[in-house]
């Protein structure tokens, strides 16, 4: 089929600094994301060297504060920028969106102290995050972790295993949930654990059915020590601190989800134009017309409410609830648009030649990380009718 480059998104940025800064991400991912994405996806390769020069060209801490090294950008500017990254590849967009939510900890509670030492490595000096708060048997229920911190004198030592870690085995620090004290989530800490701790180890990376050339694996802590310097806010603060930092994570998913639905929705467009049955390119016919225009519909209310909710957080706003909605109506988008594609594709989308069929695989587990869908709605009706009773 003949090549028929997609026009970009049309944005409204709120500065020329923005535009230009959507520009350079832009070409990035035309030369050095997109041409390998489909080889290396099938091969199950991690592009470290793609994070590096995001590090290099400052877009690994971009909603950080300048004075460490990050862009100092609105969440509005930044989701946009991972949306752009993950229409060219999902591995990349969502490890940035996991990178920034592993330096969150340390960039809202850290003390003046530990963000002079650590950010500006974290935001700008190569280095790559992973957050460990799920474990084997605590996932939707994270509040009933096991990890265990015990305090010896000055350091805390670590026992435990997490699961389901994007960046599990290569990531250069973790953000780590554990429990410090009583059952519940008041008795849970945060701590920044480097990578190549004492006792720290990773499994293998587990099989997935799509993203894999982005690690995810359980994470093993074997008596790591860590000093209580390392420990992120108030001991018992660990738990609100992992929520505050999920609501903004969300908020990364949602725009890697609106990524991955613009990349099928242009590749089904594209093809639609340049496949001809019955004498005519297959856009000429009214249904699929109707499955493209449903599809373009549902991304651009997906992105406005993941900005919507991006510009309530900017403005110091409660956003939880519009961060949940955008999560949700996000995700279950990539998922429709995905598999709409490629029914628009036919036969040749169900095969590895075209990328429809990789952008569905993908979308299905940006329905589950960072709080399932259905987590999605519980949080949304507690904002609507408070919380369920004990």
Not at 8 to 16: A, E, G, Y
């Amino acid at each position: 089929m003949p090549d028929r480059a997609p026009q970009p998104v049309d944005r409204q940025l709120p500065t020329d600094e923005a535009r230009d800064l959507i520009s350079l991400v832009r070409d990035i991912a035309h030369r050095e994301i997109a041409p390998s994405a489909a080889e290396e996806e099938d091969a199950g390769r991690f592009p470290r060297e793609v994070f590096t020069l995001l590090s290099d060209s400052g877009l690994l801490g971009l909603p950080y504060d300048a004075e460490y090294g990050g862009g100092e950008q609105p969440y509005e500017v930044y989701l946009q920028v991972l949306e752009e990254l993950a229409a060219a590849r999902l591995t990349v967009g969502l490890g940035v969106s996991v990178h920034t939510l592993a330096s969150y900890a340390l960039a809202a509670y850290g003390t003046k102290e530990q963000q002079i030492e650590h950010l500006p490595a974290m935001l700008g000096g190569g280095l790559l995050g992973a957050y460990c708060l799920s474990e084997p048997a605590s996932g939707s229920d994270a509040a009933s972790l096991r990890t265990k911190a015990v305090r010896d004198g000055d350091d805390w030592v670590l026992t435990g295993t997490k699961a389901w870690i994007t960046h599990g085995g290569i990531a250069d620090f973790y953000t780590v949930m554990a429990r410090t004290g009583e059952e519940g989530p008041r008795g849970i800490t945060a701590f920044l654990v480097p990578g190549d701790a004492e006792g720290l180890s990773a499994a293998v990376p587990e099989k997935k059915m799509g993203l894999k050339g982005s690690p995810t694996a359980q994470v093993h802590l074997d008596g790591v020590r860590v000093p209580d310097a390392r420990r992120l806010g108030d001991e018992g603060q660990g738990f609100a601190i992992a929520l505050s930092a999920l609501d903004s994570g969300r908020l990364g998913i949602a725009a890697c989800a609106i990524g991955v639905a613009q990349a099928a929705l242009d590749e089904a467009v594209s093809y639609a134009a340049d496949r001809r049955q019955f004498g005519k390119p297959i856009s000429d016919f009214q249904g699929l017309r109707f499955m493209l225009a449903d599809m373009a519909t549902q991304i651009e209310a997906g992105r406005a409410l993941y900005l919507t909710a991006a510009r309530l957080r900017d403005a110091g706003l409660p956003f939880a609830k519009q961060a949940a909605m955008a999560k949700l109506h996000c995700t279950d988008t990539a998922m429709r648009a995905t598999t709409d594609a490629v029914q628009i594709l036919g036969g040749y989308g169900y095969t590895a030649d075209f990328p429809a069929e990789r952008y569905m695989r993908e979308a299905k587990v940006l329905q589950i990380v960072e709080g399932t869908n259905q987590i999605q709605r519980m949080v949304i009706a507690r904002h609507l009718a408070g919380p369920e009773e004990r």
